[in-house]
């Protein structure tokens, strides 16, 4: 009973990301405890609240281009759409391109780069996002950074 539930939840996050789930499966098989930690993880990883939609999109963006994860920003660029985020900022995100974004995206986006780059410049472009967002945006971005696959 409890494998065909574990097997429909696997088969809902492939059509919703429209990817394989197969490490899912190989997770559940050689460790189910992992693989419930995992499943809780998961929520996490999506939280989006105060953010914009486009300018959530683009943190997502950032925090996976500092892994160079394929994969993972194929299945954040068609969560981002599934969402409503505009074509034309993910793409600018994906290219790094911050002149082709809204000021909202563009401030997200870039304190997000500077924050996984570790790059001091942050700190100013930290004190913008909470002015805009409250202490709420920079919870929301430290996720999604934090969450990021690594």
């Not at 997770?27 to 995992?38: C, D, M, V």
């Not at 996490?44 to 996976?64: E, K, Q």
Request: aromatic fraction near 6%.
């Amino acid at each position: 009973m409890l494998k065909n539930i574990i097997g429909r939840l696997i088969r809902k996050q492939e059509e919703v990301t429209g990817e394989s789930a197969d490490f899912m499966r190989d997770l559940y098989e050689a460790s189910p405890r992992g693989f419930w930690r995992f499943v809780l993880f998961v929520p996490m990883s999506r939280h989006r609240g105060t953010l914009p939609v486009d300018a959530a999109s683009a943190v997502r963006i950032a925090a996976v281009h500092a892994e160079d994860c394929g994969p993972c920003l194929q299945t954040i660029i068609k969560l981002s759409l599934d969402a409503g985020a505009a074509p034309r900022l993910l793409r600018a995100a994906v290219e790094e391109n911050p002149a082709a974004m809204d000021e909202e995206t563009r401030l997200a986006f870039e304190f997000a780069r500077h924050l996984v780059a570790r790059d001091p410049r942050s700190e100013d472009l930290r004190h913008a996002v909470e002015r805009r967002w409250g202490k709420a945006g920079i919870c929301e971005i430290a996720l999604a950074i934090a969450s990021r696959p690594s």
